[in-house]
């Protein structure tokens, strides 16, 4: 049995873990994971959709803009209080649109993010297999084309979830040790007092 201390973020002070991808990605398993290697609180976004939210995308109807906006600054708003407070989180969420990783980013918190992906037929294979989620597979077209992919942002870590539960849980691990302190924001300005 491995004895060696588990690999943690780069902070000494409490933060933020997003875990994010399209739906199925494995958001949920790899994000309850991370929070049990690392002692954390594990928060899923999807608990903090509106009854509408939920709705409206069990009928196959994909989240506007102005729906996903009150939800995307309740999670901010939620992960700064339990960060402030001194707990360390680890969020589900889709992050599909830099605005809203933005949006969390703005928060004043460090945070780091884990965007899991893989070819959209490991995907797809993946909601095909899954039962009881609100969110149908027909959506996964919808969401990869919202995904803004998070290009040159260097706070997060991309790992490729078409491996086992324990292995992308490790790869996460192991980028996740080396992101800098700097790297992970803790006050964004907004565009609008820039």
């Known amino acids: 049995m491995d004895t060696a201390a588990p690999a943690t973020p780069a902070s000494a002070s409490p933060l933020a873990i997003v875990v994010m991808g399209v739906s199925g990605s494995g958001k949920t398993t790899i994000a309850q994971a991370l929070a049990a290697h690392y002692g954390y609180r594990f928060l899923d976004a999807d608990d903090y959709h509106s009854v509408a939210a939920r709705a409206q995308m069990a009928a196959g109807q994909p989240l ?5 906006l009150p939800w995307v600054e309740l999670l901010a708003a939620t992960l700064r209080d339990c960060v402030q407070a001194g707990e360390s989180v680890v969020l589900a969420f889709s992050g599909l649109r830099g605005t ?28 095909s297999a899954r039962a009881g989620h609100f969110m149908p597979a027909s959506l996964l077209d919808s969401q990869l084309q919202t995904l803004e992919l998070p290009l040159d942002e260097a706070d997060v870590v991309s790992v490729d979830v078409d491996a086992t539960v324990a292995e992308v849980v490790q790869d996460a691990i192991a980028q996740l040790a080396l992101i800098a302190p700097a790297a992970a924001h803790t006050a964004v300005p907004s565009p609008q007092s820039a």
């Not at 506007?64 to 996903?68: C, E, G, H, I, Q």
């Not at 809203?100 to 909601?127: C, D, K, M, N």
Request: aromatic share 6%; hydrophobic share 50%.
């Open 100 to 127: 809203h990783r933005q949006l969390l980013r703005r928060s004043g918190i460090p945070i780091r993010f884990v965007f899991l992906h893989a070819a959209p037929h490991v995907i797809a294979a993946r909601l």
């Open 64 to 68: 506007t803009d102005a729906m996903r």
